[in-house]
């Protein structure tokens, strides 16, 4: 409604004019009938999903219109920019009804520059949200996770300078860890201009001169640096200047990479001692709302005995980073290339890799971000295999001080389970799911099972785990129950201790979530009851298994 005239045509390109949503209409702006009215209509609280805030709305998929007035009196001397943290999935956005632009993809930021369209006094902004699955596009229609729509993540007015810092790269070096690089990108009449880039405490303070395309390289020697590490998070404080613009931004150094089947945190072998999780309140159903909501759940996971998160299957906010450099976690950062996507369509693969380079633009600068993860489960196929492939060259090309890794099929025979999957052979990890114990065979059964993993890399166990409703007791072999999960926990470490090369594990998952296809009615009511937390925030039997084994590895 509100997009479409009855020939199903869009109304901003239709023949027969006035009709779309996006023209605010009322009784004082337009004669005649006006069969809407976003003054009257409900109200949503944004940043946040749909589904969670009205009851009509909690299974809903679909469009959803969205309106906001806000005054300003723009100047000539600034630039303006509407900026959305992230819209689930498909969003069409107005400017007093003039079409800025279309953005698809879920988690991931955006921005149109209205500089010229403001007026001076009141404006409206109109956004229609549409988070309908469908097959071509990223992720696809089959998943297992609820799909929250709506503007999700902030919406900001930006407003800059003519001429203003854009982006920038500060990291170590790749290979050197006495060497700090990076650039500065300048955006407007750039050309010669001077930045200044200053990390008091390294005692750094480097003028810099933007060549034709905006941009300043630059290299600078460093002693006496400290590392970032889960032990010691080490931020430094970092200025970019230039003019009247200043831009700060705390970050730390750190180098990570693999040798043989180890992996080294500023040359020093580490183990992942991880757990995953989803954007999702448990406590408050809906997506994560706050700095709160998001320290809460990197607590649980730093209580856990966690060094590492593995935040799935998605981009997740940038603050829920900027949290896990602050507290010391690493991460492994994800899009949604699920299960069994459109390989074979060109499109599909732009949206995948659009998605996966806004990530990487957004998160360059954290840290704690120490593996970008290009998809999980996908079925092995000569179509994948070129879709995947090109995914991480792109990584590889653009960001050569990440690891690069994707959940890899595996075969089971017997008992050996096989990884042979081709893409582990560009891959930096060799990192898989299994579920032995809940979807295969029996817990006591897997201290019997050899692993035959085809790759001298190290092994990363990327999920692993059983359901189980808090509260509900029986013995170990009681379905659902605590004991259940416990046991399933305790025979998953031993099989998994046998690994050569276990360099690191995010059992599935840290806290029960929503999704449409957990339905039994008794033990699941639309949760997946993998979490090691239920949505009440008690812990189960199974977390203090892992916690004890995590303990273990200090």
């Known amino acids: 409604m509100g997009y479409l005239d009855y020939r199903q045509k869009p109304f901003d390109q239709s023949p027969l004019g006035k009709g779309g949503f996006y023209e605010n209409l ?3 702006t337009a004669p005649g009938r006006i069969e809407y009215n976003f003054d009257l209509s409900p109200t949503l609280h944004v940043p946040g999903d749909w589904n969670s805030q009205a009851e009509n709305l909690e299974l809903y998929e679909g469009t959803l219109w969205y309106k906001r ?15 959305f943290g992230a ?9 007093n009804g003039e079409k800025l632009g279309v953005h698809k993809g879920g988690f991931t930021p955006f921005q149109f520059e209205v500089s010229g369209k403001l007026k001076d006094g009141k404006n409206f902004l109109v956004v229609m949200v549409d988070n309908t699955r469908k097959q071509d596009e990223v992720p696809t229609v089959n998943t297992d996770w609820w799909n929250y729509g709506g503007i999700t993540r902030d919406v900001n007015l930006l407003i800059t300078p003519k001429t203003f810092i854009s982006d920038y790269k500060i990291q170590l070096a790749d290979n050197d860890m006495n060497v700090i690089e990076g650039y500065v990108q300048m955006d407007g009449n750039a050309l010669g201009r001077t930045v200044q880039v200053a990390i008091p405490e390294l005692n750094i303070e ?9 941009k300043a390289d630059f290299q600078v020697p460093v002693t006496n640096i400290k590392y970032w590490s889960p032990d010691n998070p080490m931020l430094y404080a970092v200025n970019l200047s ?11 150094f750190r180098s990570i990479e693999t040798a043989g089947k180890n992996i080294l945190l500023n040359d020093k072998s580490i183990f992942l001692k991880g757990i995953s999780i989803h954007d999702e309140n448990p406590l408050i159903e809906g997506r994560l709302r706050s700095e709160g909501d998001m320290r809460m759940m990197l607590e649980w996971a730093k209580e856990l005995g966690c060094n590492f998160v593995r935040l799935a299957h998605y981009t997740h906010n940038e603050t829920m980073i900027r949290l896990a450099d602050e507290m010391g976690l690493m991460v492994w950062a994800e899009i949604p290339v699920y299960w069994t996507i459109s390989w074979e369509n060109k499109e599909t693969y732009q ?6 380079m806004a990530a990487i633009e957004r998160d360059k600068n954290r840290a704690g971000v120490i593996i970008w993860y290009v998809g999980n489960e996908t079925p092995v196929t000569e179509a994948r ?3 995947m492939g090109k995914l991480v060259s792109k990584v590889k090309n653009f960001d050569d001080t990440r690891l690069v890794a994707a959940a ?6 017997g008992y050996t389970v096989e990884v042979d999957d081709p893409l582990g052979d560009q891959l930096d990890l060799a990192s898989f799911n299994e579920y032995g114990g809940w979807y295969w065979d029996k817990p006591e059964e897997l201290t019997k099972y050899t692993f035959d993993i085809h790759f001298d890399k190290p092994v990363v166990i990327t999920e692993f785990g059983g359901g189980a409703l808090a509260g509900f007791h029986g013995d170990k072999n009681t379905m659902w129950s605590e004991e259940h999960q416990e046991f399933i926990y305790e025979e998953q470490l031993k099989m998994l201790n046998k690994i050569d090369g276990l360099r690191g594990m995010t059992p599935w998952i840290l806290v029960d979530f929503k999704s449409p296809r957990r339905q039994h009615p008794v033990y699941q009511n639309f949760w997946n009851r993998k979490g090691l937390i239920s949505e009440t925030g008690e812990k189960k039997k199974a977390f203090f298994v892992l916690q004890d084994y995590y303990e273990s590895l200090d």
């Open 69 to 83: 007035d806000f005054a300003i009196s723009p100047k000539e001397e600034n630039r303006y920019f509407v900026h």
């Open 206 to 214: 480097k003028s810099l001169t933007t060549d034709a395309s905006g």
């Open 242 to 252: 230039s003019g009247n613009e200043s831009v700060d931004d705390k970050i730390g």
């Open 385 to 387: 295999n070129e879709f």
């Open 408 to 413: 890899l099929e595996v075969e089971r025979d």
């Open 26 to 28: 009322n009784a004082e």
């Open 351 to 356: 949206n995948a890799e659009n998605q996966l």
């Open 87 to 95: 819209v689930n999935y498909e969003a069409h956005v107005y400017l």
